[in-house]
């Protein structure tokens, strides 16, 4: 699909609809989170998390779908073609592909360093010997935890991935395609951040709470805490984008200011 440069005709807003779908997915994320939360005597927080990302991310795709592109008279067509990377927020997306990268490397990681339970559930928490002695210590962020972790963001990659080419190449004004697109790169953001806060932290603190970790600890610890706070600064800022659609307020200042 090439850029166009199109005159939006006077259409009525579908914005409420657009946040009311993004309100809807958080409201359902968050009780999804509280459902599971308790589950397997709390551990279940490491499932809720990324419950709640997913959910947030389908509100903002149903949002997307419910919300009628911008619809004009075509005054001059141009020959370059639209691609996604010129629709996404550069920065914004690179800090999460690099948030993402340091997931995937710490739930594989941990899952392979991981051992069972006293209940023999594999990948449930973290085991070492020193001096003769034995110590465990979890919930640790194995594969019996980060499985679904992974799981959810495969599915929230896909998920926005094929969105965000959905609305790259589509009709519609500029300005709409890069507000959609910053609100689905922040609803996959939610999945990534959180995701990265509940496995970093849930890491530390076993690692904390064991003598035998070493210098391979210590190192452990220094990058889990920098990542730990990244992503508790990260994941508020991608809920707060996605809970503020600037498209829909763009619309309404120019209703007003048409008014």
């Not at 370059?80 to 995937?104: E, F, G, H, K, Q």
């Not at 690692?207 to 070493?214: E, F, I, N, V």
Request: contains cysteine; aromatic residues 6%; charged residues 15%.
């Amino acid at each position: 699909m090439a850029d166009a440069d199109v005159k939006t005709a006077p259409t009525v807003s579908r914005g409420p609809v657009d946040r009311y779908a993004r309100y809807t997915g958080l409201a359902v994320g968050v009780l999804a989170a509280w459902l599971l939360s308790p589950l397997r005597d709390g551990d279940g927080v490491l499932y809720a998390i990324p419950a709640f990302g997913l959910c947030a991310v389908g509100g903002v795709l149903l949002g997307d779908a419910l919300t009628a592109p911008a619809r004009g008279a075509v005054r001059v067509a141009g020959l370059t073609p639209r691609r996604v990377r010129d629709c996404v927020p550069p920065r914004m997306t690179l800090l999460l592909l690099v948030l993402a990268v340091a997931l995937v490397a710490l739930l594989v990681i941990a899952g392979a360093v991981a051992a069972p339970d006293d209940l023999g559930r594999a990948g449930r928490q973290l085991t070492l010997t020193c001096r003769g002695v034995t110590e465990g210590r979890g919930p640790w962020p194995g594969f019996y935890y980060g499985a679904p972790m992974l799981g959810a963001l495969a599915i929230a990659t896909v998920a926005c991935g094929w969105s965000l080419r959905r609305i790259a190449t589509r009709t519609g004004d500029e300005r709409s395609r890069r507000d959609r697109s910053l609100a689905i790169v922040a609803a996959w953001g939610i999945v990534v951040s959180t995701s990265l806060l509940g496995a970093a932290s849930t890491a530390s603190g076993a690692l904390s709470g064991m003598t035998c970790d070493g210098a391979a600890g210590t190192v452990a610890d220094a990058i889990l805490l920098p990542l730990a706070l990244v992503s508790l600064v990260t994941a508020p800022w991608m809920l707060f984008t996605v809970c503020s659609p600037r498209a829909a307020w763009w619309h309404r200042t120019n209703r007003g200011a048409r008014g």
